[in-house]
């Protein structure tokens, strides 16, 4: 998965607290995704942004903000953690084919108590 | 609502016998579709992707999809098992119309290849 990047890998925080995961890639592509990974629900798109300077909801963007300033980096926040965030969030690229399929990163393993 | 099912939350098979992981979709029109593999603790690999033509679709690691629009399947296939395919897998959809690139994925299917 060479060319999309996401820090931290882990993190544990407690119910409140805000943090955000970071996405950066060197592919030079224009679209980037966060989607989120829960046992039994495959992976549901959090947020996107088509181009630099602009985002658009996905499926569950209740609890997330997002943050596309340059065409590199696509970062998510959270701004007050709840257990029901728990999970594993991956960042993606969509290719340069017009079929688009995704360039996912390694992901990001969250853990709020 | 556009949807993918995929009704086996595990496959059990035996290596060096054939596998079959199904998925089935609910989306408008003529989707592109797609497979992808996870192994523990890395993110999603593309396998194979069927966007027109042959409906049999070969892919990486020998592995291979058959596409049925009068069933609205997509199932991925492989001749031989072996113990590496052991990981958890993906089928996704992508409505034609739809220029964001956004996929639908299905819960996934966990295959075991046993020795």
């Known amino acids: 998965n060479a060319g999309v990047t996401q820090t931290p890998k882990f993190q544990v925080l407690k119910t409140g607290q805000s943090m955000t995961l970071q996405c950066a890639q060197d592919?030079?592509?224009?679209?980037m995704y966060w989607y989120r990974q829960d046992p039994g629900m495959g992976l549901r798109l959090i947020y996107y942004?088509?181009?630099?300077?602009?985002?658009d909801k996905g499926e569950v963007p209740n609890g997330y903000n997002v943050s596309r300033l340059n065409k590199r980096e696509f970062s998510l926040r959270l701004e007050s953690a709840a257990p029901s965030q728990t999970s594993v969030y991956f960042c993606?690229?969509?290719?340069?084919?017009?079929?688009?399929?995704?360039?996912f990163g390694e992901g990001s393993r969250l853990t709020v108590l | 609502a556009q949807s993918v099912a995929q009704p086996e939350d595990q496959v059990k098979v035996a290596e060096g016998n054939p596998l079959t992981v199904k998925c089935t979709y609910s989306?408008?029109?003529?989707?592109?579709l797609f497979w992808y593999v996870q192994y523990p603790n890395r993110g999603l690999q593309f396998l194979l992707k069927?966007?027109?033509?042959?409906?049999l679709v070969k892919g990486s690691y020998g592995f291979e999809a058959e596409f049925n629009k009068s069933q609205t399947s997509f199932h991925l296939k492989k001749p031989s098992a072996l113990v590496s395919d052991s990981a958890l897998y993906f089928c996704?959809?992508?409505?034609?119309?739809?220029?964001?690139?956004?996929?639908?994925f299905g819960s996934g299917t966990r295959l075991l290849v046993r020795p």
């Open positions: 069927y966007i027109t033509g042959d409906n």
């Open positions: 592919m030079n592509h224009n679209s």
């Open positions: 989306v408008s029109g003529n989707p592109y």
């Open positions: 942004s088509a181009s630099e300077g602009t985002t």
């Open positions: 993606a690229l969509a290719g340069i084919w017009n079929t688009g399929e995704l360039f």
């Open positions: 996704a959809v992508r409505p034609r119309m739809d220029s964001s690139y956004k996929l639908i």
